[in-house]
């Protein structure tokens, strides 16, 4: 049984920095892609940035580029983390750590994903 466990989140102000971290356990290989995806209320679900699995690949939203990095533990590479800088309130949303079989499948987005977790929540106040 695959489980993608998210941990880290919380609540910062704005300009401040957290981190998101995933877990993944009962993938059959390790070159899935994994990534993060983010829903605030009443708004769909957006990607927020991806990595595949040697980390050769590495894609963002442009509403984070320059200040969330995406990382991916390089041995067992089960482990993927998020470093959110420069938080905006409009950041705050519940975070999805995600997995999908192979890049192509991560770029085709939510529809795309084989595996995901149950949220963390970001909450950054003004």
């Known amino acids: 049984q695959v489980q993608l466990v998210e941990s880290g989140g919380g609540s910062v102000q704005a300009g401040g920095s957290l981190s998101v971290f995933c877990r993944a356990s009962?993938?059959?290989?390790?070159?899935?892609?994994m990534g993060w995806f983010r829903q605030a209320p009443g708004k769909e679900r957006e990607v927020v940035a991806g990595i595949n699995w040697n980390a050769n690949s590495i894609s963002y939203a442009d509403s984070v580029k320059g200040r969330f990095t995406i990382s991916r533990e390089t041995t067992a590479r089960n482990t993927v983390s998020l470093r959110m800088n420069n938080l905006k309130p409009e950041d705050t949303a519940t975070y999805y750590c995600a997995a999908a079989r192979s890049w192509g499948k991560w770029g085709r987005g939510v529809n795309g994903m084989d595996y995901w977790g149950k949220g963390t929540l970001v909450t950054v106040s003004s």
């Open positions: 009962g993938l059959t290989s390790s070159d899935y892609a």
